[in-house]
């Protein structure tokens, strides 16, 4: 058999796992607050959010063809395929340590981070596409931003509307409505996060020669929204509790408001093409909506770490990445 078939199917063995892991570690991200404040049973949520994962996962493909092509030119690559396979070993390493350990940190983070470590260990600075890969570091920078700023916005506007209404009536009504925003946050979080593992795999389908363009197969785009649904299938119960109760104690109306923000931020990057880390949009949404409701209420020791989680992730993947492909090179090639 070519040895190419082999070493691709190792590739889409890779990226579908690292597509699986990040169903489970980031289903926190679309039920946490529905689980913490018992809009929905967990194990109906953890379906739900599976299922709607599916359906956004199948719906676009603007963000893969972005994975694809702007860190790095695959079809100028020497050695592509091998820069996949070191990328998704770091991104899964980093991805299961830091579910272990309960942190929300990014998968988008950890695999664009590791797809540049990568690059840099088989070809140099000059692997780089200097201007892809910088639209991509502040699309995932800025967009926790804008996060925290609309689930502020939110917050205060529910606030102001709801402040002399009864806080039982209002917490029974947003508590039905997170079942609605539990969904559309699943389906945000399937449009861009599956794309990454279809890119990747895109990307190295280019590499080998075998495709010359970043459209996306339908059998890539089908095994990744599989696999993510599989994935959250599973829940990830201790970044769940993280973001469901350590951020600040979160009741209908806050969950509610967090879930419209931080889904209305994915959905738009998913739109424009960008990847996003829904790790960091959603709980910068939580942080701006606590803020929100009372600045004091905010743990914000906890807040600090899980950001310093974020900012680690990119530095410590490049380099992880980076090693493991020049033991590849030496074992391999």
Same mark, same amino acid.
């Given at each position: 058999?070519?040895?190419?078939?082999?070493?691709?199917?190792?590739?889409?063995?890779?990226?579908?796992?690292?597509?699986?892991?990040?169903?489970?570690?980031?289903?926190?991200?679309?039920?946490?607050?529905?689980?913490?404040?018992?809009?929905?049973?967990?194990?109906?949520?953890?379906?739900?959010?599976?299922?709607?994962?599916?359906?956004?996962?199948?719906?676009?493909?603007?963000?893969?063809?972005?994975?694809?092509?702007?860190?790095?030119?695959?079809?100028?690559?020497?050695?592509?395929?091998?820069?996949?396979?070191?990328?998704?070993?770091?991104?899964?390493?980093?991805?299961?340590?830091?579910?272990?350990?309960?942190?929300?940190?990014?998968?988008?983070?950890?695999?664009?981070? =590791?797809?540049?470590? @990568?690059?840099?260990?088989?070809?140099?600075?000059?692997?780089?596409?200097?201007?892809?890969? %910088?639209?991509?570091?502040?699309?995932?920078?800025?967009?926790?931003? *804008?996060?925290?700023?609309?689930?502020?916005?939110?917050?205060?506007?529910?606030?102001?509307?709801?402040?002399? =209404?009864?806080?039982? !009536?209002?917490?029974?009504?947003?508590?039905?409505?997170? *079942?609605?925003?539990?969904?559309? !946050?699943?389906?945000?979080?399937?449009?861009?996060?599956?794309?990454?593992?279809?890119?990747?795999?895109?990307?190295?389908?280019?590499?080998?020669?075998?495709?010359?363009?970043?459209?996306?197969?339908?059998?890539?785009?089908?095994?990744?929204?599989?696999?993510?649904?599989?994935?959250?299938?599973?829940?990830?119960?201790?970044?769940?509790?993280?973001?469901?109760?350590?951020?600040?104690?979160?009741?209908?109306?806050?969950?509610?408001?967090?879930?419209?923000?931080?889904?209305?931020?994915?959905?738009? @990057?998913?739109?424009?093409?960008?990847?996003?880390?829904?790790?960091?949009?959603?709980?910068?949404?939580?942080?701006?909506?606590?803020?929100?409701?009372?600045? =004091?209420?905010?743990?914000?020791?906890?807040?600090?770490?899980?950001?310093?989680?974020?900012?680690?992730?990119?530095?410590?993947?490049? %380099?992880?990445?980076?090693?493991?492909?020049?033991?590849?090179?030496?074992?391999?090639?």
């Amino acid at each position: 058999m070519d040895t190419t078939y082999i070493v691709l199917g190792v590739v889409v063995f890779l990226a579908l796992a690292f597509d699986f892991i990040n169903g489970f570690h980031d289903t926190a991200n679309a039920i946490a607050t529905s689980v913490s404040t018992r809009a929905l049973k967990p194990r109906v949520a953890i379906l739900l959010a599976a299922v709607m994962n599916f359906v956004g996962a199948i719906t676009f493909t603007g963000v893969a063809k972005k994975i694809g092509g702007s860190v790095a030119d695959p079809a100028k690559l020497s050695h592509g395929v091998e820069i996949v396979i070191a990328a998704l070993i770091s991104a899964i390493a980093w991805n299961l340590i830091t579910w272990w350990f309960g942190i929300p940190s990014s998968s988008s983070h950890a695999l664009i981070g =590791s797809l540049a470590g @990568a690059v840099i260990s088989a070809e140099g600075l000059d692997g780089i596409n200097a201007t892809g890969f %910088l639209d991509i570091i502040k699309a995932l920078i800025f967009s926790p931003l *804008i996060a925290f700023t609309l689930g502020f916005i939110i917050m205060w506007i529910l606030k102001k509307v709801f402040a002399r =209404s009864s806080p039982h !009536q209002v917490n029974k009504g947003f508590r039905t409505g997170q *079942i609605v925003t539990a969904a559309f !946050q699943s389906f945000t979080h399937g449009t861009n996060d599956a794309q990454k593992a279809m890119g990747i795999i895109t990307f190295a389908l280019v590499a080998a020669g075998l495709q010359d363009h970043l459209e996306v197969p339908l059998w890539v785009k089908l095994s990744a929204a599989l696999s993510m649904a599989l994935g959250t299938s599973v829940g990830g119960w201790k970044i769940i509790k993280t973001m469901g109760t350590k951020i600040f104690k979160i009741e209908p109306i806050n969950g509610f408001a967090a879930d419209i923000g931080s889904a209305t931020v994915i959905l738009v @990057a998913t739109m424009i093409h960008f990847p996003v880390s829904t790790t960091h949009v959603i709980t910068s949404s939580i942080l701006g909506v606590g803020s929100a409701k009372r600045f =004091s209420s905010v743990r914000w020791g906890m807040a600090g770490r899980i950001v310093i989680s974020w900012i680690v992730t990119i530095p410590i993947t490049m %380099l992880f990445a980076a090693l493991v492909f020049q033991i590849i090179d030496w074992l391999f090639l």
